[in-house]
C-alpha cells in the first residue's frame, strides 16, 4: 500500500480504519506513516494525524521512537489544528519519559491557556498534563489552579473536562 496516495484520497472513518488495521502493530509500517506525517504535503499530513493517533491508541509502544520527533513537530508555528488535535491525543495513551515531560509540559500548558485552540487541543492537553502531573506534585498544583480559573468561563465541553481531570488529580 502506498501511504502517502492512500492518505490523499476521500477520508472517512472506514478509510482511517482500512489504514489503520493495514499498520497493525508493525513499526515498519508506522514508520512509514511517521515519514509522512512529518514530511508530507499538507493534506497528507492532515489526514496521517488521525490515523497515527488511532493507531497509537491501539498500539501506543510504536510511539517510542518518535515521540521526541512528534513533540518537536508540535512546536512548529502554524501547525494545521487537526496536526495538533491528533498528536495531542496520542500523548493521552503513552508513556512520556521524563526527558520530555518539560517540552510536554510546556506545549500543553500553552495549548491550553490559548483561547483561540480548538476546545478539542485544550482538552486533550489537559489529560496529558494529568498524566505528566502523576510523577510531578508542583506541575499538578500549577495544572489545579490553571484548571479552577477556566471552571467560571470555559465552554461546557471545557468545563466537564477539567472538573474529571480535577477529580483526577485529587486522587494522586
Keep these: ?22 499498520i497493525g502493530s508493525d513499526p515498519i509500517k508506522f ?12 493534506r497528507a499530513t492532515q489526514r496521517a494525524s488521525w490515523i497515527l493517533s488511532v493507531c497509537i491508541e ?7 521512537p518518535h515521540l521526541k520527533k512528534l513533540v518537536k513537530n508540535l512546536k512548529q508555528p502554524g501547525l494545521h ?3 495538533k488535535r491528533n498528536t495531542v491525543r496520542l500523548l493521552q495513551f ?3 519519559p521524563a526527558s520530555l515531560h518539560g517540552d510536554v509540559a510546556t506545549v500543553c500548558f500553552n495549548f491550553l ?4 485552540e480548538p476546545i ?8 496529558v498534563l494529568a498524566n505528566i502531573a502523576r510523577s510531578n506534585p508542583d506541575l499538578k498544583r500549577e ?30
Design 81 to 83: 489544528s487537526a496536526v
Design 120 to 127: 478539542a487541543v485544550r482538552a486533550f492537553s489537559m489529560t
Design 31 to 42: 514508520d512509514a506513516l511517521v515519514t509522512v506525517f512529518l514530511g508530507g504535503s499538507y
Design 143 to 172: 495544572l489545579m489552579l490553571m484548571l479552577e480559573d477556566i471552571l467560571p468561563y470555559g465552554s461546557a465541553g471545557m468545563i466537564s473536562r477539567a472538573r474529571k481531570t480535577i477529580k483526577q488529580l485529587e486522587t494522586i
Design 94 to 96: 503513552v508513556n512520556i
Design 58 to 64: 491501539h498500539h501506543p509502544e510504536l510511539a517510542k
Design 1 to 22: 500500500m502506498n501511504l502517502q496516495q492512500e492518505l490523499l484520497r476521500t477520508t472517512s472513518k472506514a478509510q482511517v480504519l482500512r489504514i489503520v488495521q493495514y
Design 113 to 116: 491557556q490559548d483561547n483561540k
